[in-house]
């Protein structure tokens, strides 16, 4: 079992959820629920249950972990949080064994679940027939006849008049 990328895994899940699963009973929750389905909801709480109660015993992981509920796009306080789940699963395999199944779990019982983070000019389509376009770029869905496709900025248009050959 790769410990590293279990480790990560288990991070990509939990980051966007964990001020919801450090609130938990609040409104906000709900959503979170119905976004994800209750199973779903259900497992995540549960594999948040198994790491937090290992993370509670390490100083730096609960620091961890509350650096991320205060900033969770901060890559270092991800990546700091990562590290102790990292640690935790290293020194229990029996904990590991059971993450990994709860991750498996998840997977089923939630519908796909997609996160993308987008710096400067692009574009990221994600899911079943995303189509996306980046900066300048042109999306086509089917055919494209008898037109013009100009993209880019500054540029200039003239009509040329009847007999014009320039």
Not at 90 to 108: H, V
Request: glycine share 12%; proline share 2%.
């Amino acid at each position: 079992m790769d410990i590293g990328a279990l480790a990560k895994e288990v991070t990509t899940l939990l980051v966007p959820l964990m001020p919801y699963l450090a609130k938990a009973g609040e409104k906000a929750v709900e959503t979170v629920a119905q976004e994800i389905g209750k199973e779903g909801w259900g497992k995540a709480k549960t594999l948040w249950r198994k790491i937090s109660q290992q993370t509670q015993a390490r100083e730096a992981a609960r620091e961890a972990v509350q650096e991320v509920i205060d900033h969770p796009t901060d890559e270092d306080a991800v990546a700091a949080l990562r590290l102790q789940i990292k640690k935790v699963l290293a020194e229990d395999n029996s904990l590991a064994g059971e993450i990994k199944k709860l991750l498996e779990e998840f997977r089923r019982a939630s519908p796909q679940h997609f996160q993308a983070r987008l710096e400067g000019s692009g574009a990221i389509a994600q899911g079943e027939r995303s189509v996306a376009a980046g900066a300048g770029g042109v999306a086509i869905g089917g055919n494209v006849q008898g037109g013009n496709i100009i993209t880019g900025s500054g540029n200039t248009f003239a009509r040329k008049k009847e007999g014009d050959d320039r």
